[in-house]
């Protein structure tokens, strides 16, 4: 089994800014929800179809289960980033491009929590207008634009760490 090594990782100021971004955004989920609970009926939609269709309803209170959610994956997260050297990567990591293969891939956790928190406080928002009818679900364009969110930084960061280390790409592991 590969030994690889383990290094504090230095943050940059995008570093930074985006753990504040992730911070504000998740207090902006926590307070979203509390007006949308409070100014929403009873009966909510709690699900939609792939089409942005409404397709099952519930109670209110099940609205506080999206920013606990986001939460929790943003949290965890957060701890995995810690540990760097646990990530499965394509290239072999060795002590001359560990820091830029970890920097690299904390830096995309960091991008998919942000993009995770973004994708739950656009569902709250939908759920509310959606249940005030002032628009009859997110649309059909919902599921594919929260898909690229995610998958878009996800190829550019792997891409990323493939050019930066330079390899052969027949000995990635």
Not at 42 to 69: C, Q, R
Not at 136 to 164: C, D, H, Q, R
Request: charged share 15%; hydrophobic share 50%.
């Amino acid at each position: 089994m590969e030994t690889r090594p383990k290094i504090k990782i230095p943050l940059s100021k995008l570093d930074r800014a985006l753990e504040a971004t992730g911070i504000l955004l998740l207090l902006l989920i926590w307070g979203v929800t509390v007006i949308t609970y409070f100014h929403s009926p009873e009966i909510i939609p709690v699900h939609f179809n792939a089409l942005g269709k409404a397709d099952s309803y519930g109670s209110k209170t099940t609205i506080w289960f999206l920013p606990a959610l986001a939460t929790a994956i943003y949290a965890g997260l957060s701890w995995l980033n810690k540990f760097p050297h646990v990530f499965n990567y394509m290239v072999s990591i060795t002590e001359d491009n560990a820091l830029k293969q970890y920097t690299n891939a904390t830096g995309m956790l960091r991008f998919l929590k942000l993009a995770v928190v973004f994708i739950f406080t656009a569902i709250i928002l939908i759920t509310y207008f959606t249940a005030q009818g002032d628009i009859k679900g997110p649309g059909a364009w919902f599921l594919p634009v929260m898909i690229l969110l995610v998958m878009l930084p996800t190829i550019i960061f792997v891409v990323k760490s493939l050019n930066e280390n330079n390899t052969d790409y027949t000995k990635a592991v």
